[in-house]
């Protein structure tokens, strides 16, 4: 027996001893035994189990390891991390959106901490003849030649976070800030709920593998559904959901534990069972079927603007789809681009880390596809993925975005402490779980004026950016204006970063070298490489 478990039996045995015989003397003293008793009990329990080496080899001690592994999130934020250390979103991040949340002071004192001789660092240059700010938010139109219902949204929207992953109040609260503050909220793939539709903020459904909300009960899509859902006046977007960045090539996943009757109701799905949906589309397979569904979509909504999803994966595969805009003359209204860096409440780690293109390289390639076929103008193009501040948002849009969408930064504002128990379903604030009892800590008419706050300010913050640059609208930012250190005595912007096309570029010879390969590759009647013989870009 090793000698820590037979140290334990001996002090053990030498305190019950000491107890009787103290008691012997006094009485009362008899007592410690309902103390002691199950103490040792739970240690000699520890020494003869065979599943724990720890809790075996060191009794009762043992256990302090798991105890301090349980605690070590809250332990590593609040008293180990820097203010700009912590992942995936650092202190300072997570201070500003709660700042702005509640409107009380937001500013930093006695300078940035940043590096700004650090490789990476990244600034906007200002003008010596700034602009007098812009006090309304800007608008931008959704809705190509083919939309009779166009949408004017604002630079900063509600990202996809569905009803089941989000609890109740927490979407109720979303989505009366979004009412409250005239910008969007996207449903996530979960349907369209009570929950979404009571405050009546303007929604964006989306539209995953699963068809939740318009789905037959055998997981097929049913028109009927769709129409009946998409023609609600709060609806005024549709975005069909081909992947998102934190799970890109992966279905959306819904752990059992958060399956509720009312979810399963909303979704069409069984209980007591995760609800997986299929990682690929069973209503089109070729890039000619996509937009076809698109068009058709468009028309059962009533003519809403209708676009798509996408982690930037293979590049052919995109380039396909713009190919098959130029041969069936169909274009989405818009296009979103979610980054790797992408949130989501439950992903395997594989996926989460080493899949899909980072928003940025991903947002420029879809930009100057687009471009490079002649169909940019046509298009609005929304960029998500770790969209938190003013600089944020202006950095995308000057790479080629036209707006912004955001998750996680909405999330906080309603009160997520990034405790990461989004997926186990014991999140503290009632914000990503549907636990009844911490759903009820989450007090919507407390938060729901948060949710507009933080937007309001944050796109204050963006027209403030532009108003010292001397721009007066968002879609004034280029490339150049912002820079980025990249080495330490080096200095370039976007512009001179990455290669941005000229309209028609991909339409005729001599191709642009970096798109040639995958624009060969690319065919409009089919996701598959056109020339089999040569290795897919």
Known sequence: MHHTRVIFFLVSGLLLASVGVAASFWAPLAGLYVLVLPVLALGGYDAMQTTHAIRRNFPLLGRLRYFFEAIRPEIQQYFVERDLDGRPLNRQQRSVIYQRSKKVLDTIPFGTQADVYAVGYEWINHSMVPRPKQKTQPRIRIGGPDCTQPYDAAVFNISAMSFGSLSQNAQLALNKGAAAGGFFHNTGEGGVSP?????????????????????????????????????????????????????????????AAKITPEIAAIRNVELGQDVISPAFHRTFDTPMGLLQWIERL????????????????????????????????????????????????????EFSNTVGSPLMEGLIFVHNSLVGFGVRQEIKVIATGKVLTGFDIAKRIALGADLCNAARSFMLSIGCIQALKCNNNECPTGVATQNPTLVNGLVVEDKYPRVANYQHETVKALMELLAASGLEHPDQLRPWHIHRRVSAFEVKHYGELFEYLESGDLLEEPLPRSFARATRAAQAASFGHAAPDQPSP
């Open 298 to 349: 468009r028309e059962l909504s009533g003519g809403k603007p209708v676009g798509f999803k996408l982690c930037v994966g293979k590049r052919r595969e995109f380039i396909a789809i713009c190919k098959a805009m130029i041969a069936s003359g169909i274009k989405p209204d818009f296009i979103t681009v979610d980054g790797g860096e992408g949130g989501t409440g439950a992903a395997p780690v």
């Open 195 to 255: 929950y979404h539709l009571e405050p009546g903020g303007d929604l964006c459904w989306q539209i995953g593998t699963g068809y939740f909300g318009c789905r037959n009960p055998d997981g097929s899509f049913s028109e009927e559904l769709y129409a009946e859902n998409a023609q609600r006046p709060s609806v005024k977007l549709i975005e069909v959901k081909l992947s998102q960045g934190a799970k890109p090539g992966k279905g959306g996943i819904l752990p």
